[in-house]
Nanobody, 113 residues
């Protein structure tokens, strides 16, 4: 049984930092990543990382967010710096196997101006 669990969200002032963590279990995951969904908007990609360490970022977070991964722990992290009010959203972790993808329950990030 696959489980994906996020942690680390919260309330922060604009310009501040937060670090999200995600732990997956129950399978072997080739790609892991973070997505977010703001109220009234579609879920969008934030950043992804492969088991080999190749990363991909949304243009809106390049230079501010850093994704990293610990393959031994099946964990992925998102360091978010210089946060902006428009980064406010529910952040979801996704862990993908070769045949399927699994979502976590999401963690709220709120950036106040």
């Amino acid at each position: 049984q696959v489980q994906v669990v996020e942690s680390g969200g919260g309330l922060v002032q604009a310009g501040g930092s937060l670090r999200l963590s995600c732990a997956a279990s129950g399978s072997i995951f080739n790609a892991m990543g973070w997505y977010r969904q703001a109220p009234g908007k579609q879920r969008e990609l934030v950043a992804t990382i492969t088991s080999g360490g190749r990363t991909n970022y949304a243009d809106s977070v390049k230079g501010r967010f850093t994704i990293s991964r610990d393959n031994a722990k099946n964990s992925v992290y998102l360091q978010m710096n210089s946060l902006k009010p428009e980064d406010t959203a529910v952040y979801y972790c996704r862990a993908s196997t070769v045949v399927d993808g699994y979502w976590g329950q999401g963690t709220q990030v709120t950036v106040s101006s």
